[in-house]
């Protein structure tokens, strides 16, 4: 079985895609130089392989436990993987440096969690987990609660969690019935239970920080009237060590499908007179603040996505070359050759591939234009790109992440029988892939967010202006003469016409029939994400092209990403028009009442 290595060099290709060397020119970013980008990503690159992924094989097969006294064990290594994780600053790469983070681009942080999670992802989740409870309340928390909490979740000290699912309530969260009572001291007392949490127990760090959604006395019925609170696992003492342990506990494991190493929790509050915890922002403002952790953990789930997806596809190109099984043909020789060189199996591989990099390349733009949406000095640019942030996040999750499970079932298939075998690996990779389209929010409600707040609130427009870009890339492919840049510019140019039949359904009926819109939400979702991508590839397809009119001294690779590109167009461009066509004709046959 082989271990992960980082693909360092097309990670370094799509950060110039995004524009790396204008980001770190930011104000607040300028310490992120290219010799400190390159050495961050060498040492992580290093880190994944050599700790992180050795563990993967044995918490799939071990997976976390939960013990007769309550605790919660994680398979053995990943607490040492953890500390050192922690120990060398990897949990606050990305963080406000005012709190012990190291400040660095999220772009770059992007390239950095994708290794992780490509390394392991049922250990990245930890931290994920972690990034969007330090975003909540580095926005929403007093002045005492940053002091108190920020600093030591930063270093990994302590963990984070969010806390919104309970039984009834999945993704309705108007239906959570967990309660906070107010108290003399202007603490809550919480009362409740909340399934699926994420690492919402386990051995790693001192306390964990919940971040739990319930309602306080009185409060709006419905999602006015939920509020966000913060419940620590053990209740600091006055010197802000981890106190007395707080009345939550671990119930309950999940026995998943995937993940395993990753402790999936049912948490009972206030079986015992209550867990003490504190408001969080303002009352009833919950749901506003929680979405501030969810769009970081969607977009972190778009790069899991992309992350198995590379795992798979490093797993299957390693079988490919070394598994040999018949002849070749055309060949006459007759001598048995690896099965990389036969036809079907070279299709499944670049359909692998070509996927892989048009998903990187997008978060990677996604990222950046994060970078400038808050660093950017003038205020109409860091609006533009918080514009595209928010168009793209519903991308870069439902897209990759669906993607990521066909990628991974290729994987499989390239091993044939072997890949049904647990053994070999490939299997895990489907496994885990599964998660990736439900949690943090479904491809449905990706889809629903994309054509309702993302599309048909502003009339398409931001859409459109994407859509604006897409061709005038094709102008300037066909502008090289090149005829394979050609090739891609007549593929993207036909995909951004689907693409716009699909917008302009989408803006002409959401008001008028929006359930025939919502029937067609994640077949846009996919035209949108196949269409981006291929915006992507093509964009770098005439960077490899410049590179190579400029003498490159890595020709193969800028080669290879032209032939990428172009396979793209070909096998994965050329389903918009047929997404388009189920987009705005689709809607009759699914809402036909037969089916009740």
């Known amino acids: ?100 983070g190291a400040g660095m681009p999220h772009v770059v942080v992007a390239m950095i969690q994708e290794m992780v999670m490509g390394a392991n992802m049922a250990f990245s989740l930890c931290p994920l987990l972690t990034a969007g409870a330090i975003e909540a309340l580095s926005l929403c928390g007093s002045a005492e609660q940053k002091h108190l909490y920020l600093d030591r979740m930063v270093s990994g000290e302590w963990t984070g969690t969010m806390n919104l699912t309970e039984p009834q309530a999945g993704s309705d969260l108007a239906a959570v019935r967990t309660r906070a009572e107010p108290q003399a001291d202007g603490s809550y007392r919480v009362f409740g239970q909340k399934i699926y949490i994420t690492f919402g127990d386990h051995e790693l760090a001192d306390n964990i920080v919940h971040l739990v959604l319930a309602r306080t006395p009185g409060a709006p019925e419905g999602m006015k009237g939920i509020s966000l609170f913060i419940v620590p696992k053990c209740v600091p003492d006055a010197d802000g060590k981890p106190g007395a342990r707080n009345d939550v506990r671990c119930v309950s494991l999940e026995h998943k499908l995937g993940i395993h190493a990753s402790p999936t929790c049912v948490m009972a509050y206030g079986d015992d007179g209550g867990a003490v915890g504190w408001l969080c922002g303002e009352e009833n403002r919950g749901i506003e603040y929680m979405f501030i952790m969810m769009n970081a953990a969607r977009y972190a789930v778009g790069l899991q996505g992309i992350a198995v997806a590379e795992r798979a596809l490093q797993r299957a190109m390693d079988y490919a070359r070394e598994r040999v099984q018949g002849t070749e043909a055309g060949v006459k020789s007759g001598e048995r050759v690896a099965i990389i060189r036969h036809p079907d199996v070279r299709r499944m591989l670049m359909l692998m591939k070509s996927q892989v990099e048009a998903m990187r390349a997008l978060a990677a733009v996604t990222a950046a234009s994060l970078d400038r949406a808050e660093h950017d000095p003038d205020p109409e640019a860091r609006t533009r790109a918080q514009g595209f942030v928010e ?29 049904y075998v647990e053994e070999t690996g490939a299997a895990q990779y489907l496994r885990d892939a599964r998660i990736t389209t439900i949690y943090e929010g479904t491809t449905a409600i990706q889809a629903n967010d994309l054509v309702g707040r993302k599309i048909a609130r502003d009339g398409g427009a931001a859409a459109r202006a994407v859509i604006s870009d897409m061709h005038a890339q094709c102008a300037a492919l066909e502008a090289t003469g090149d005829a394979a840049l050609a090739v891609i510019a007549a593929g993207l140019r036909d995909a951004a016409q689907a693409l716009e039949r699909g917008v302009g359904f989408v803006v002409g009926h959401f008001r008028s029939d929006v359930r025939a819109v ?79």
């Open 1 to 100: 079985m082989s271990e992960y290595i980082a693909p360092l060099r097309d990670m370094r290709f799509a950060l110039e895609l995004a524009g790396l060397a204008e980001v770190v020119a930011l104000p607040g970013l300028e310490d992120s130089s290219p010799d400190v980008v390159d050495a961050v990503l060498d040492e992580a690159a290093r880190f994944t392989s050599e700790v992180l992924s050795p563990l993967n094989w044995i918490g799939d097969r071990a997976g976390a436990t939960l013990g007769a006294d309550g605790r919660v064990t994680l398979p053995e290594g990943f607490k040492d993987a953890y500390r050192q994780y922690a120990e060398n600053g990897w949990n606050g790469m990305g963080c406000d440096p005012a709190h012990g």
């Open 391 to 419: 168009l793209m996040i519903p991308l870069v999750k439902g897209w990759s992440t669906e993607t990521s499970i066909d990628i991974a079932s290729l994987g499989i298939q390239v091993h044939g029988g072997m890949g």
């Open 518 to 596: 919502l029937a067609g939400a994640v077949p846009l979702l996919g035209l949108f994400g196949r269409a981006a991508g291929g915006w992507q590839m093509a964009r770098a397809a005439l960077l490899s092209h410049r590179h190579l009119a400029g003498g490159s001294d890595d020709a193969a690779f800028h080669r290879a990403k032209i032939a990428s590109a172009r396979f793209y167009a070909d096998h994965v461009l050329s389903q918009c028009a047929g997404l388009a066509h189920v987009v705005c004709q689709g809607a009759a046959a699914t809402l036909d009442e037969s089916l009740d």
